[in-house]
């Protein structure tokens, strides 16, 4: 991020007393984890931060300090909107879409390459994840690094770089995380959170999935039907997980998974392999992500979508040979 753009932040920041911190839909550590470091830096600034989500959080961000405040609804007081981690409106969910955000400025803070700024003010750069840009931003505040934000902070990190193990983790992230542990975040307890807890309900969810996945053209893809969801107590965060272990199968070039949501919608997770891009798609599908990472939601009847989707990643993976 140009450090003119912190200014303007900075600049924002200084008419206002109580913003509203928006994390995106279906909720990961990067966006829970950075919409709390922020919240917690600003109040240390005075500022009243409060935190918003239309979806329930995942159980692996249970630990983090702060999150019990997320709310489910949109600004209400708040004098200023910070999206955090969302590569477009869409992804803001209903706290968006109920009557949009008045007269309120929008801040866009966000590392997603599909993102084409859509805010009134857009911190975005391509980086492993959005907590380092937010890292950043923390820095410009000058507000000194804690435990509590660390942690935050650090949670995102090693969600979004899988535990540092994904293709885009730099130098950068590894640098970063080592100054966070230098300030109390505490790395094997996320580690812990994040990658060794799962709901029991993934269990026979995983179970059904492997037994059904099929893998054709290098595209390795499983359907999840809304009653399969409903009979095991699930929803679409129980599934996470499933589409990157899907990934590791050595014939696989890509991995598929179709959720129905059983309201007409059909959630869309991708991953692939290096080199084959699947943030392509899922943007021309109406979703967005990374290259390696993305996803979307499709309207339609599940047999359609699955067309629709399975051809266009098996033309990703044609092309990349």
Not at 63 to 72: D, I, Y
Not at 137 to 156: E, F, M, W, Y
Not at 229 to 253: I, M, P, Y
Not at 272 to 298: E, R
């Amino acid at each position: 991020m140009s450090q003119t753009s912190l200014h303007e932040f900075a600049d924002l920041l200084s008419g206002v007393q109580r913003v509203l911190i928006v994390s995106h839909v279906d909720p990961d550590g990067d966006t829970i984890g950075s919409a709390l470091g922020l919240a917690w830096a600003l109040r240390k600034r005075g500022l009243v931060a409060n935190l918003a989500c239309q979806d329930s959080l995942p159980d692996e961000v249970g630990f983090l300090p702060g999150v019990e405040a997320f709310r489910s609804d949109g600004p209400a007081d708040e004098q200023l909107v910070i999206a955090v981690d969302a590569s477009d409106l869409r992804r803001m969910g209903r706290l968006y879409a109920e009557g949009g955000l008045g007269p309120r400025p929008l801040v866009v803070i966000d590392h997603h390459e599909t993102n084409r700024g859509y805010g009134d003010l857009n911190l975005i750069a391509d980086t492993p994840a959005t907590a380092l840009l937010m890292l950043e931003v923390v820095d410009s505040l000058g507000v000194p690094l804690d435990a509590t934000i660390a942690t935050c902070l650090l949670t995102g990190i090693i969600t979004d770089t899988q535990g540092f193990r994904t293709s885009n983790t730099t130098p950068q992230a590894l640098a970063a995380a080592q100054r966070l542990m230098e300030a109390g975040a505490p790395l094997a307890q996320i580690n812990q959170w994040v990658f060794s807890r799962r709901a029991a309900a993934t269990l026979p969810l995983w179970g059904a999935a492997l037994t059904n996945a099929a893998l054709t053209e290098g595209v390795l893809w499983v359907e999840l039907p809304f009653e399969l969801l409903r009979r095991n107590g699930a929803d679409g965060k129980t599934s996470s997980g499933l589409v990157t272990f899907l990934n590791t199968v050595r014939e696989a070039q890509a991995a598929v998974i179709l959720a129905d949501q059983g309201d007409g919608i059909i959630d869309v997770s991708l991953r692939s392999k290096p080199g084959v891009d699947v943030a392509a798609v899922a943007l021309a599908l109406g979703g967005g992500g990374h290259p390696q990472a993305a996803g979307c939601q499709v309207a339609g009847e599940i047999s359609e979508v699955r067309q629709r989707v399975l051809a266009a990643v098996r033309a990703a993976v044609a092309r990349a040979g």
